[in-house]
């Protein structure tokens, strides 16, 4: 791996809202209308924080209907991403945003948020 992508791969775990989003991802996948509700954070700017995350390949997105779910890449090929991922959880226990985050996520109802 050049330098320039383990760059891109820390660039992505730079900003604190991506890594509230793959702590809320450690528990199930979420649609952009819940961890919008859990980050009230505008759903463009989620979109954006969720398309660098899958850019650097450690979230993917699933199609459900007109709605795109996300969730942590499991099956990365990239050994660097699986590495992060599996210290991911370690890395961020005891950080009380993210564990209340996680707890919010858990409740969030998307079919209610997302009016499907």
């Known amino acids: 791996m050049v330098l320039e992508e383990k760059a891109k791969l820390f660039k ?3 900003d604190p809202n991506r890594l509230r989003i793959l702590g809320m991802l450690q528990g199930k996948k979420l649609c952009v209308c819940e ?3 859990v980050l009230d954070l505008a759903a463009s ?3 954006e924080h969720l398309r660098v995350l899958e850019s650097a ?3 993917i997105g ?3 209907g007109k709605w795109m779910n996300y969730a942590i890449n499991l099956s990365s090929s990239d050994p660097t991403v699986v590495s ?3 210290m991911f959880p370690f ?3 005891t950080d009380k945003t993210v564990t209340a985050d996680a707890d919010k996520a858990v409740i969030v109802e998307g079919n209610k948020l997302c009016c499907r």
């Open 62 to 64: 699933e199609k459900d």
């Open 91 to 93: 890395w961020i226990s």
């Open 84 to 86: 992060i991922l599996s």
């Open 12 to 14: 992505a775990l730079s």
């Open 35 to 37: 961890i919008t509700a």
């Open 45 to 47: 700017t989620v979109s």
């Open 57 to 59: 390949g450690f979230i």
